[in-house]
């Protein structure tokens, strides 16, 4: 695998891969340089040359720093180039261990290693690991106490046996401790109805614990008669949901070592079994339970104190504390979440996921299968590592991983066999007394690299302070001179005088900038002494701003070959013009039908128009957008022009008679599209209009006929607003007619519907007289 090799200021400029390692070619790329320090820094390859006189007149002292190849090419003895280099130091390394012998064994060498580094550059050095035959295992047994363990836990009850049997084809120093957990006795992960909180389970079970979150029911041991009576002594329990505690009886286990007794010089072993997934951080709030998790201990007489104050644990959270603490999960789960956990465990350093039967017969075979898998694989990488240091694993071993930057593996590897490991670092940057760990995942053995780096110049001055070469002004440092209080210059020929040094070196910097002489030249007494260039020409400028090596090119040639380069721009040879001297002076493509050039709304460059601007090219003919804002310029000209009317009527010879010649016509010449106008009167003026020569210079023809509309009819205006006014009004007397129809024939229908409902008695009132009186004629006979 190949790695791309950079470095601060430091750029790889010829790169060959070969057998995973990148070959670097020694190159300088230097920026400002003002001191041998100022070199080191500037990339890991510039080496500093302290010869009094290597730098000729006018040169400046930058010249200093380069390749050690081209110091030496440029005259520069061996002995007096500056060039500090990588060291290494081994400060403690114990030989590994054969075999545990109750005594703190050593799987890891070194232990100590001091690394002085220039930056840029790598150094490499070997770290050696072998893992001790029997070392000593410390497995917690954490187990899923939730009403669907009940068939489980029966048979673990008598797993402790054979659990001990299989560790001691281990090692002879295991030790066994368990734990149980449920979940948050909180709702909704728990009834908390008083009964319910005491017995969780269903009324026919008559052995059931109270409901409980995290319980440390044995320390570890090496009794297998005591692990059998704790487990036996554990009864189900029960709760709501699916998704139990795991994360926080994990984080417990990890994090309280003295409780459960983990010890020091072990393998750690966490074997969660369960039925089902987990809860994690943030599904607190379902409780209100706020606040994270801090990663404490917070165990009071076995039990985990804080389940129902303090939210689930995160993800990273677990990770990091079973890293921190050496611990080593295996999750044996059911079939029905072994891909939940197998993502958990691709998340967990140094974990492996096994899938237990529905009644947990095949727990130990299952843990010895886990084990194999995690003690077999190496996997070595560190820890607290500071900013700007890379570092590169390369496993040396028989099934070796790809080399990384973060981790490297070996992988079958056995008991007693030795593994190494090419551990390379570089740091980007200076930096002092930083360290950082290297261990293995897993196990407690860690390498401390303690680093530094070599940013300064040992230069073995001359002790006088005065010094011949400085003028008697000021001592040599590393080749230059350091001027004494009121000299400056390259050999401290300038004295200052009344003036201060900023108010000289300010006179050497263009509109107060920070570069002195654009850091091409000395500020030698408040004026600017050029440097010579690389090619053996000089800058210019009063601050050295201008060289004549930096124009444009033609065809690979600085000018085109036809010009000479001045301060940055081209100088072109009669008969040659452009910006690269490129052209030949020629106006035959910008000449125009009219024998014009560019029609006079442009120049001609290089044989080709530049338009002014609204104009294009080839030859700076106008376009429609123009067009357009000439004709709403010009169209109160047209009116004044061809009719004597409209708003520039008063000035008309004044605001068109310049820019606009007219004629008036009974038939268009000009081919363009025609142009409508409405004027003052309200008749349409049609036009064209046709750009002459020059800006704002056009031709109009304007019909002499307008199209007017015809007068409107007063007498059919004044009969039809009549009559319009008659039908209104005869229309309005018909609603309103037809209004007081409607309200009529309402009021009559509700008046037949009272009249039927209404029921009239027969009966004659005894009071009533009726008011016709009739008087009988006693004489008459009917005759």
């Known amino acids: 695998m190949n790695y791309l090799c950079h470095s601060v200021l430091f750029k790889c400029m010829n790169c060959v891969f070969h057998a995973g390692l990148c070959q670097q070619a020694e190159v300088c790329l230097k920026s400002v340089i003002n001191s041998c320090e100022d070199c080191i820094r500037s990339g890991p390859y510039c080496m500093w040359c302290k010869d009094l006189n290597f730098t000729k007149s006018g040169e400046q002292e930058t010249v200093r720093c380069d390749t050690k190849a081209k110091l030496i090419e440029r005259g520069c003895k061996t002995e007096d180039i500056i060039f500090p280099e990588d060291s290494k130091q081994i400060d403690k390394e114990d030989p590994l261990s054969e075999s545990f012998n109750q005594e703190k064994p050593v799987q890891l060498s070194p232990q100590k290693i001091s690394l002085k580094l220039r930056p840029g550059l790598s150094t490499t050095f070997s770290v050696s690991f072998k893992r001790v035959q029997g070392y000593p295992v410390d497995l917690y047994y954490l187990m899923d106490l939730s009403y669907s363990m009940k068939d489980d836990l029966e048979n673990v009850k008598g797993l402790g046996k054979d659990l001990f049997e299989a560790l001691k084809n281990i090692t002879d120093y295991a030790q066994i401790g368990f734990g149980a957990f449920v979940d948050k006795t909180v709702l909704p992960y728990t009834n908390t109805n008083k009964e319910k909180l005491q017995k969780p389970c269903d009324e026919n079970d008559q052995q059931c614990q109270a409901a409980f979150g995290y319980r440390h029911v044995l320390n570890m041991t090496s009794s297998e008669t005591q692990f059998k009576e704790k487990v036996t002594e554990q ?36 074997v969660l079994t369960t039925d089902a997934g987990f809860h994690m951080a943030g599904d607190g709030k379902l409780a209100g339970i706020l606040e994270p998790s801090d990663e404490q201990c917070h165990m009071e007489n076995r039990r985990y104190t804080k389940s129902i104050d303090m939210d689930y644990p995160s993800v990273g959270q677990l990770a990091m504390q079973l890293e921190k603490n050496n611990i080593q999960p295996i999750f044996a789960v059911t079939e029905n979440v072994a891909n939940v956990y197998k993502e958990l465990s691709e998340m967990i350093p140094k974990s492996e996921v096994g899938v237990l039967s529905s009644d947990s017969k095949n727990v130990v075979e299952l843990i010895k299968t886990a084990y194999n898998s995690l003690s077999s694989k190496v996997t070595l990488t560190h820890d607290n590592l500071p900013d700007n240091v890379r570092v590169i694993y390369t496993p040396k071993c028989k099934d070796a991983g790809q080399p990384g930057n973060s981790e490297g593996v070996c992988n079958n590897v056995k008991p007693g066999e030795k593994i190494s490991f090419d551990v390379t670092v570089t740091a980007e940057s ?9 261990r293995p995942l897993g196990i407690k053995d860690t390498l401390t690299v303690s680093l530094s780096t070599n940013c300064d110049c040992e230069c073995k001055d001359p002790e006088d302070s005065i010094h011949s070469h400085c003028k008697g002004k000021g001592r040599v440092k590393c080749g230059i001179c350091s001027c004494s209080e009121g000299y400056v210059g390259q050999f401290c020929e300038c004295s200052i005088g009344d003036k201060d040094k900023r108010s000289l070196r300010a006179s050497c910097q263009r509109n107060n900038g920070t570069m002195e002489c654009e850091g091409r030249g000395d500020c030698v007494c408040g004026r600017c002494q050029c440097h010579t260039t690389e090619s053996g ?32 721009r081209c100088e072109c040879n009669a008969g040659y013009e452009g910006s690269a001297c490129q052209c030949k002076v020629s106006e035959e493509a910008c000449r125009t039908l009219n024998d014009t050039v560019c029609f006079g709304r442009g120049t001609c460059k290089c044989n080709r128009c530049e338009c002014k601007e609204g104009y294009q090219r080839p030859q700076c003919q106008y376009t429609t957008h123009q067009v357009f804002i000439v004709f709403i310029v010009s169209r109160n000209c047209i009116e004044c022009l061809g009719f004597d009317s409209g708003p520039f009527k008063k000035n008309c010879s004044v605001a068109c008679r310049k820019s606009i010649y007219h004629e008036m016509v009974d038939q268009f010449t000009i081919p363009d599209k025609q142009c409508l106008q409405k004027d003052t009167e309200g008749c349409w003026i049609k036009f064209k209009l046709d750009q002459l020569v020059r800006e704002d210079n056009y031709k109009a023809e304007i019909l002499k006929q307008r199209d007017c509309p015809e007068p409107p009819s007063v007498v059919a205006i004044i009969g039809g607003s009549i009559a319009s006014v008659a039908l209104i009004g005869i229309l309005l007397l018909m609603l309103i007619k037809l209004l007081l129809y409607m309200k009529d024939l309402k009021e009559f229908r509700k008046f037949e519907n009272e009249k039927k409902k209404s029921k009239w008695a027969e009966a004659d009132n005894p009071l009533f007289q009726n008011a016709t009186t009739t008087v009988t004629n006693p004489t008459f006979t009917g005759e």
């Open 235 to 270: 009864f189900i329990s029960g709760n709501l949901d699916s998704p139990e505690g795991s994360l926080d009886a994990m984080m417990q286990a990890a994090v309280c070592g003295d409780k459960i007794g983990w010890r020091n010089s072990s393998t750690r072993l966490i």
């Open 537 to 568: 020409s000089s800058y210019h400028g009063d601050y050295c701003e201008c060289d004549n090596e930096h124009c444009e090119k033609f065809q690979n040639k600085l000018c085109g070959g036809t010009g000479k380069c001045n301060c940055g």
């Open 430 to 438: 200076c930096m002092n007394d930083k360290s950082f760990t290297i």
